[in-house]
T-cell receptor, first 112, second 111 residues
């Protein structure tokens, strides 16, 4: 089975711009979660989608949003980028009734 | 919320067994304990998961005492390629915003 894939792998944006990141889960997995990882804050949960519905949300401002499509692929959008949004953005997928999350390689976002 | 505490760093030598302990005093009844390995600029890789007692797979063992307030990841006979950051995660995935990753333990394996 192919693992979780994320595109793009690297991205450079400037302040004020917006960005869309994409995640394709493991085949058959319907849950996709997004995380932000920074050296200072570590791994922080952004949100989770299951069957196209947002099920959980972390403590991030409304500039961070996401969606999930009927094929379980998910996108995350960050609007009005700030310097502090520079981070590794990770998505993880999980099978139904399973506790184990499997992470993708991440998208490294640099905001200048 | 189950806060986790891990050692910041550990050193070992090739061929040794490494034990990394995570403290989680406030673990909830339904929480699972999961360990991940992460290399620089890569996503965390699942190592092992458990609820109580001992779990073993082809790469590691996880020891969880009866009170579940700590857990120990055991890596047998480490190699240089095991140099990475190891994260302890406590929680239930149906409530991700209550899940807590530890700060991670940076393991350095020396020849």
């Amino acid at each position: 089975k192919a693992g979780v894939t994320q595109t793009p792998r690297y991205l450079i944006k400037t302040r004020g711009q917006q960005v869309t990141l994409s995640c394709s889960p493991i085949s058959g997995h319907r849950s996709v979660s997004w995380y932000q990882q920074t050296p200072g804050q570590g791994l922080q949960f952004l949100f989770e989608y299951f069957s196209e519905t947002q099920r959980n949300k972390g403590n991030f401002p409304g500039r961070f949003s996401g969606r999930q499509f009927s094929n379980s692929r998910s996108e995350m959008n960050v609007s009005t980028l700030e310097l502090g949004d520079s981070a590794l953005y990770l998505c993880a997928s999980r099978g139904m009734d399973q506790e184990t999350q499997y992470f993708g390689p991440g998208t490294r976002l640099l905001v200048l | 919320l189950a806060k986790t505490t891990q050692p910041i760093s550990m050193d070992s030598y090739e061929g040794q067994e490494v034990n990394i302990t995570c403290s989680h005093n406030n673990i909830a009844t339904n929480d699972y304990i999961t360990w991940y390995q992460q290399f620089p600029s890569q996503g965390p890789r699942f190592i092992i998961q458990g609820y109580k007692t001992k779990v073993t797979n082809e790469v590691a063992s996880l020891f969880i005492p009866a009170d579940r307030k700590s857990s120990t990841l055991s890596l047998p006979r480490v190699s240089l390629s095991d140099t990475a950051v190891y994260y302890c995660l406590v929680g239930r995935t149906y409530n991700n915003n209550d899940m807590r990753f530890g700060a991670g333990t940076r393991l350095t394996v020396k020849p």
